[in-house]
C-alpha cells in the first residue's frame, strides 16, 4: 500500500477571523473586496441578447470562412490541461467535505482559510485516484513523488499559493486512445499524455454586476483536482473536444469523478498555436478558458486558429502573443483576459510541510487488478460483437447506458435489435422527457422479453413500441401488458386473409388503381388491415397473402 508520513496541527474553531474581511449572514461567512475599476454592465433584454449572439456567431463564421482557404497553408498544434475534480468524501488537505451549490463558505476550516499555523494533513484517497487515472492513461507511474508549493496571488487563494506537484508528478508519459465520430470522418486517433499530476483547487470569486465589488466563496478552496496534460498532438477543434471527451468518459468509467462541465468538475485549459505547414518549431501559443461544454470547445478553437491565420497573412504574427483569453459564448470569440504567467513567475519549491508519496508494487498492482473495463477496450469488444461504429461510440459514452444494454444482451436480447432498441425509442424518450435511463421503469430483463416476442412473431414491431412506452412510463412486465390488453399477434393466414378480402371488396377504386400500375396503394391496403386488426396482424403474413390478392384476376 501506499507508504505516507504525516504532519499535522489540530485546529480550532475559536482562531479568529479579521473583522473587516469577513462578515456572516444566518450563519454564513462572507468575505468581500471592494475594487475602484468599474466594468460595463450589461443591461440588454433577453431579445437584444438574441439577436446580439446571433449577429456574432454569424460574424465568427463569416470569418472562418473566409479563412478557409488560407487554413490550408498553416497547420494548428493544440495542447490540453484538464483539471478534474475528484469525488472523495473530504478536500485534499483537511476534513471539510465539498458539496456543489452548498451555501458559500460553509464548508471550511483554517486550512481551507490559509490562516497561520494551520497545516495540511493528506487525503490518501487522491493517490488512490491518481493511481486508478495514471494507470488507465497508461503512465509511468513515479513510486515516489512530492509536493511543491505553486506561488502566486489572486483573492481566491487564500494562502497565496496552491500545493501541487511540479518537477516529480505521480504519473507522466502515458497516451488515449479514442475514435472520432462518423459525422466527423471517423477513424481512430492516440493523443500523448504528458504528465497526470495531484493538486488543490482554489475557491471561487463572484463580482457583482456594477463590478465595484466581489465576493469570495471558499467552499472549493482544497478540493482536491488531478490536472492531466497533453502532448501537443491534436490539430482541430473537433480532435481536442473528442480528446476531451474521451477524458470525462474515463473519470466516469472510474468512478474518480463525476466529469460535470457545467459544475466546474471536469475544466479544461486549450493551447492553441499555428505554425505554417512544414515548419518544425511552434508558433506563439495562446491559452483559451471558459469553456462548459465540448461543443463550445470546438468552437472556441476554431475561432482561434482562424484569429492566428489571419493575423499571419496580414503579417501581423508579432501581435499574436502568450496570453489567456477567455471563450465568449455570446460573442462567439475569443477575447484576452491577461497576460500568461510562466513557470519562474510562479516561483516553485518542494511543500515542506508535507512528505513524499512513496507507492508499493503491490499497492499499485491491487489497483491495477480492480480497474474497470475501459472505454477503448468496450468499443473494440463491442465492435466485435458486430455492431457498426456508431453503435458502439453511442453505447460506450455513457456508462449507465452501456450497462443497461450489457444486461440486455445478458438476459438474451439480440445484440443488434437491443442496441437499436436503445439509441432509437429509448433514446428519444430520455431526451424528450430529459431523464437518464437509470429513471425509468423499464428493465433490461423486460427489453430482452420483448425483443423475444418481437423475434418470436408473438408480437409485432409496432405493438413492441407501444408496450416498450407504457413499461417506461408506469412499470410492468412485456407478459402482464399483452395479456391485459389481449395484444398477441394474428398469425393464422385464414384470419388475415379474411381481413384482407374484406378491405379490398370495401375499396374497388383504389384496387383498380393498383392494378393501373400505381402500386404505392398497397401500403394504404395494408394500413387499412393492420387498423382492422388493432395492429395485431403479422405484417410478414398480411403482405404476403395482400399481394397474392391483388395480382389475383378479378
Known amino acids: 500500500m501506499a507508504s505516507l508520513c504525516f504532519r499535522g496541527l489540530r485546529t480550532h474553531s475559536s482562531i479568529l477571523c479579521p473583522s473587516s474581511l469577513f462578515s456572516t449572514s444566518n450563519g454564513v461567512f462572507f468575505c468581500t473586496m471592494q475594487t475602484t475599476k468599474t466594468e460595463k454592465t450589461n443591461t440588454r433584454t433577453d431579445k437584444t441578447k438574441r439577436t446580439q449572439i446571433k449577429a456574432s456567431t454569424s460574424t465568427s463564421t463569416k470569418l472562418v470562412k473566409e479563412n478557409e482557404q488560407r487554413l490550408n497553408d498553416y497547420e494548428a498544434v493544440i495542447g490540453i490541461e484538464t483539471h478534474v475534480q475528484l469525488s472523495t468524501l473530504t478536500k485534499a488537505f483537511c476534513s471539510c467535505p465539498y458539496n456543489y451549490g452548498s451555501q458559500p463558505n460553509t464548508t471550511v476550516c483554517p486550512i481551507c482559510m490559509g490562516l497561520p499555523g494551520a497545516l495540511p494533513i493528506f487525503n490518501s484517497k487522491v493517490i488512490e485516484c491518481a493511481v486508478k487515472l495514471g494507470l488507465a492513461l497508461n503512465c509511468k507511474l513515479a513510486m515516489t513523488s512530492k509536493f511543491d508549493r505553486k506561488q502566486y496571488f489572486y483573492p481566491d487563494l487564500p494562502k497565496g499559493y496552491q500545493i501541487s506537484q511540479f518537477d516529480v508528478p505521480i504519473a507522466s508519459g502515458g497516451y488515449v486512445d479514442l475514435d472520432l465520430p462518423l459525422e466527423f470522418g471517423g477513424g481512430h486517433r492516440k493523443f500523448g499524455i504528458t504528465r497526470v499530476h495531484m493538486e488543490e483547487d482554489a475557491g471561487k470569486l463572484m463580482h457583482s454586476e456594477t463590478g465595484m465589488y466581489s465576493q469570495v466563496d471558499l467552499n472549493r478552496a482544497g478540493v482536491p483536482l488531478l490536472e492531466i496534460v497533453s502532448e501537443p498532438d491534436m490539430r482541430t477543434g473537433i480532435e481536442a473536444a473528442e480528446y476531451a471527451a474521451e477524458i470525462q468518459r474515463l473519470v466516469r468509467y472510474l468512478g474518480v469523478g463525476n466529469g460535470n462541465m457545467q459544475e466546474g468538475s471536469l475544466r479544461c485549459d486549450v493551447n ?177 422479453e420483448l425483443i423475444s416476442f418481437i423475434k418470436g412473431g408473438i408480437i409485432s414491431g409496432k405493438i413492441g413500441k407501444d408496450i416498450l412506452f407504457e413499461i417506461i412510463a408506469k412499470g410492468g412486465t412485456v407478459k402482464a401488458v399483452i395479456e391485459e390488453k389481449d395484444l398477441v399477434q394474428i398469425t393464422d393466414p385464414s384470419e388475415i386473409e379474411k381481413m384482407i378480402v374484406k378491405v379490398i371488396e370495401e375499396n374497388p377504386q383504389q384496387v383498380e388503381k393498383y392494378r393501373g400500375g400505381k402500386t404505392k396503394l398497397q401500403g394504404f391496403f395494408a394500413g387499412q388491415v393492420m387498423k382492422a386488426s388493432k395492429g395485431k396482424a403479422n405484417p410478414v403474413l398480411l403482405n404476403k397473402i395482400l399481394l397474392e390478392k391483388l395480382h389475383a384476376k378479378s
Open 272 to 448: 492553441v498555436s499555428v505554425r505554417p505547414i512544414g515548419q518544425a518549431e511552434f508558433g506563439t501559443k495562446v491559452e483559451i478558458k471558459n469553456m462548459n461544454s465540448f461543443s463550445a470547445m470546438h468552437r472556441a478553437i476554431d475561432f482561434e486558429i482562424s484569429r492566428q491565420v489571419l493575423l499571419h497573412n496580414q503579417g501581423l504574427a508579432d501581435q499574436i502573443v502568450q496570453e489567456t483569453r477567455l471563450w465568449e459564448e455570446g460573442a462567439q470569440k475569443t477575447a484576452t483576459m491577461r497576460k500568461k504567467e510562466g513557470l519562474a513567475d510562479y516561483r516553485y519549491f518542494p511543500e515542506p510541510d508535507l512528505p513524499e508519496v512513496v507507492l508499493t508494487e503491490d499497492y499499485v498492482e491491487s489497483i491495477r487488478a480492480s480497474l474497470p473495463e475501459l472505454p477503448e477496450m468496450k468499443r473494440r469488444r463491442f465492435e466485435n460483437m458486430g455492431l457498426s461504429m456508431q453503435d458502439v461510440l453511442f453505447l460506450a459514452n455513457d456508462t449507465n447506458v452501456c450497462k443497461f444494454f450489457e444486461s440486455a444482451v445478458d438476459k438474451g436480447a439480440d445484440v443488434k435489435m437491443a442496441a437499436n432498441w436503445i439509441m432509437g425509442d429509448i433514446a428519444a424518450y430520455l431526451k424528450n422527457e430529459k431523464l437518464s435511463i437509470t429513471e425509468i421503469k423499464l428493465t433490461p430483463q423486460e427489453l430482452a
